[in-house]
Nanobody, 117 residues
Framework: QVQLVESGGGLVQAGGSLRLSCTASGIISSINTMGWYRQTPGKQREFLAHAISGGTTNYADSVKGRFTISRDNDKNTVYLQMNSLKIEDTGVYYC???????????WGQGTQVTVSS
């Protein structure tokens, strides 16, 4: 079993920055993908970015150029640096870890990000 714990959420003004962290513990395959998703009321959870253990990253168009995902494989930790935050970035941010043989993966409990005007 794998546990994921996110941190770093909070309240920030539009145009500001936040850095989220997510640390995984448990039995973790060395081949995995760690990603960030966001959920807002009334909407489905949306993909934001992911980083594969080999180094490849991918972003949703909505955050490309503003958010940067990185990971420290030694610490089983993934980060999301969020710059130029917009009010519409408000939501609960979830971390996910999955593998090629377990696409459903594991989720963290979520961390709230609120961007104010």
């Amino acid at each position: 079993q794998v546990q994921l714990v996110e941190s770093g959420g909070g309240l920030v003004q539009a145009g500001g920055s936040l850095r989220l962290s997510c640390t995984a513990s448990g039995i973790i395959s060395s081949i995995n993908t760690m990603g960030w998703y966001r959920q807002t009321p009334g909407k489905q959870r949306e993909f934001l970015a992911h980083a594969i253990s080999g180094g490849t990253t991918n972003y949703a168009d909505s955050v490309k150029g503003r958010f940067t995902i990185s990971r420290d494989n030694d610490k089983n930790t993934v980060y999301l640096q969020m710059n130029s935050l917009k009010i519409e970035d408000t939501g609960v941010y979830y971390c996910k870890l999955y593998t090629p043989w377990n696409a459903a993966g594991f989720w963290g409990q979520g961390t709230q990000v609120t961007v104010s005007s």
